[in-house]
Antibody, heavy 121, light 108 residues
Framework: QVQLVQSGGGVVQPGRSLRLSCAAS????????MYWVRQAPGKGLDWVAA????????FYADSVKDRFTISRDNSKNILYLQMKSLRPDDTAVYYC??????????????WGQGTLLTVSS | EIVLTQSPGTLSLSPGGRATLSCRAS???????LAWYRQKPGQAPRLLIY???SRATGIPDRFSGSGSGTDFTLTISRLEPEDFAVYYC?????????FGQGTKVEIK
């Protein structure tokens, strides 16, 4: 079965960096686009970044462009989100998600369990 | 950038009742790439509907999606206890992804 297991959250000071990971299993990771979505406390869902199945194309929300980098290691079946210059308004639960269909534009059919990032001094 | 506006913000209904949730896009989604998710407290979202009207695997037929262009609707025909949650619509595309602000369905 499809599993997305996240790690790497925690408390970090403003201006620092952190990397989130999402380990995938139960499917052919290299065939699916992947996403990061975040949810600030008590707020709605906010798309953060997307990466194509092969890693050649990446897309970012304006709020994180030039600060966050999405990447993937298809040999290890891991999705990453490298975050730098973190700000208090980056505080959120971060979810990784998998495209519903391989090699196609599709909704996010599978989600990780979420990991909380708190940016605070 | 496409903006999705959901209404109402909160819907107060009784178990067994019918829920009608709206999602309006700021420009036409001619591709029909519109999804609906349900999120229970403390859980990750779950995909309900994709392509505006296709139910995801394992989603019961009390959930139905409809609409095209700029106006989309999620209907829950008979509310079960687990359906009292927050619902989000999402436009997904080849280079842009946007969520609506959510509709909370609460017990009346």
């Amino acid at each position: 079965q499809v599993q997305l297991v996240q790690s790497g959250g925690g408390v970090v000071q403003p201006g620092r960096s952190l990397r989130l990971s999402c380990a995938a299993s139960g499917f052919t990771f290299s065939g699916y686009a992947m996403y990061w979505v975040r949810q600030a406390p008590g707020k709605g869902l906010d798309w953060v970044a997307a990466i194509s199945y092969d890693g050649h194309k990446t897309f970012y929300a304006d709020s994180v462009k030039d600060r966050f980098t999405i990447s993937r290691d298809n040999s290890k079946n891991i999705l990453y989100l490298q975050m730098k210059s973190l700000r208090p308004d980056d505080t959120a639960v971060y979810y990784c998600a998998r495209n519903l269909s391989a090699f196609a534009v599709a909704a996010s059919g599978y989600w990780g369990q979420g990991t909380l990032l708190t940016v605070s001094s | 950038e496409i903006v999705l506006t959901q209404s109402p913000g909160t819907l107060s209904l009784s178990p067994g009742g019918r829920a009608t949730l709206s999602c309006r896009a700021s420009q036409s989604l001619s591709s029909g790439y519109l999804a609906w998710y349900r999120q229970k407290p403390g859980q990750a979202p779950r995909l309900l509907i994709y392509g505006a009207s296709s139910r995801a695997t394992g989603i019961p037929d009390r959930f139905s999606g409809s609409g095209s262009g700029t106006d989309f609707t999620l209907t829950i025909s008979r509310l079960e206890p687990e359906d009292f949650a927050v619902y989000y619509c999402q436009h997904y595309g080849s280079s842009s992804w946007t969520f609506g602000q959510g509709t909370k369905v609460e017990i009346k």
